[in-house]
Nanobody, 121 residues
Framework: QVQLVESGGGLVQPGGSLRLSCAASGPIFIIYFMGWYRQAPGKQRELVASISSSGTKNYIDSVKGRFTASGDIAAKTLYLQMNNLKLEDAAVYYC???????????????WGQGTQVTVSS
């Protein structure tokens, strides 16, 4: 069973920092993409940052210059360094991976359980 486990969420004041971690485990043949999504109450889930297997990184405009995604797709790990956090960054953050569990299996998307990020003064 493929599992994605996030950690690192918490409560922080505006302007503060947090670092999220995600580790994938289980029968994984290849990972094509790993990303961080977030969902705030009453809002749609959105892709915040991602890393492809080629190392290409992408960010939504609202976090550029403040958030940095890093990790090693081959090592099945993903991190998100979040600096200068704003009230609007508060959400549940989910790790996501697009992968195959075997060469003969179709690509599939897996999700972590989510970690809460609260930004409050």
């Amino acid at each position: 069973q493929v599992q994605l486990v996030e950690s690192g969420g918490g409560l922080v004041q505006p302007g503060g920092s947090l670092r999220l971690s995600c580790a994938a485990s289980g029968p994984i043949f290849i990972i094509y993409f790993m990303g961080w999504y977030r969902q705030a109450p009453g809002k749609q889930r959105e892709l915040v940052a991602s890393i492809s297997s080629s190392g290409t990184k992408n960010y939504i405009d609202s976090v550029k210059g403040r958030f940095t995604a890093s990790g090693d797709i081959a090592a099945k790990t993903l991190y998100l360094q979040m600096n200068n956090l704003k009230l609007e960054d508060a959400a549940v953050y989910y790790c996501n991976a697009d992968l195959r569990t075997a060469p003969s299996r179709a690509r599939n998307t897996y999700w972590g359980q989510g970690t809460q990020v609260t930004v409050s003064s």
